[in-house]
């Protein structure tokens, strides 16, 4: 584990804190978590563990610094991923949040807004103005939370993937902020 950078104190008897993560040090983790968030929605993930494997690579190469994990005592609770730097399939570089995960034992618990709040900080210091991700057509728990943090949807979905994007305010010139302070629009 490397660069704690929110600690999250505010969960009472059971604190856990948002880490960047080393997708080696923390692969079998970061796999178990995705194969559990996923069981009820198969058709929107990978399901061998070699394909997942590699997805977790593949996302690792587009952004090494945008991998960050929920942990409460070396136990991965959840996970997200991030791109500042990609091309979207209009051409237009844009901000990424190519997965998020959560525990199914520990949803409904803020984990997936938290993580999903200091990514959209990450992205926000690091000059992104607009994310975009995608969600499934009938995952509609998740649909609910991405509108939750202030994404819309951009119909029409393609195939089973509907688009989802939201803006963020800019960070002001002066020097780097300290992700917290950050506003969010
Ligand atoms: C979508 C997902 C990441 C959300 O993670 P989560 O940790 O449950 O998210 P949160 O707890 O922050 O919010 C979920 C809900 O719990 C509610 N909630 C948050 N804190 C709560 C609390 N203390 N008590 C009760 N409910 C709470 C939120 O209001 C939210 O409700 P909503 O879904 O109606 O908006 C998670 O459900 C998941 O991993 N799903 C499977 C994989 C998936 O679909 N990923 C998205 C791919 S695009």
Redesign the pocket.
């Known amino acids: 584990m490397r660069n704690r950078i929110e600690p999250d104190e505010s969960h009472g008897p059971h604190p856990w804190a948002i880490y960047t993560l080393d997708p080696v040090r923390w692969r079998e983790a970061m796999i178990a978590v995705y194969q559990r968030?996923?069981r009820p929605?198969g058709r929107?993930?990978y399901l061998r563990r070699r394909d997942i494997k590699s997805y977790i690579q593949w996302l690792h190469r587009r952004c090494p610094e945008g991998l960050f994990g929920a942990v409460q005592h070396m136990s991965l609770l959840?996970w997200i991923a991030v791109d500042d730097d990609f091309i979207n399939e209009m051409g237009r570089l844009v901000g990424a949040?190519h997965?998020?995960?959560?525990?199914?034992d520990?949803?409904?618990?803020?984990?997936?807004?938290?993580?999903?709040n200091h990514a959209l900080r990450w992205l926000s210091a690091r000059g992104c103005s607009h994310v975009e991700?995608?969600?499934?057509v009938d995952?509609e728990?998740?649909q609910?939370?991405?509108?939750?943090l202030g994404f819309r949807p951009i119909p029409p979905a393609r195939g089973i993937w509907l688009k989802m994007i939201r803006t963020l305010a800019p960070v002001p010139k002066s020097g780097q902020p300290h992700p917290t302070s950050v506003i969010l629009e």
């Open positions: 968030a996923y929605l929107y993930c959840g949040v997965e998020l995960v959560v525990n199914p520990v949803q409904h618990h803020g984990i997936g807004r938290a993580l999903m991700l995608w969600v499934g995952n728990p998740a609910r939370f991405y509108r939750r």
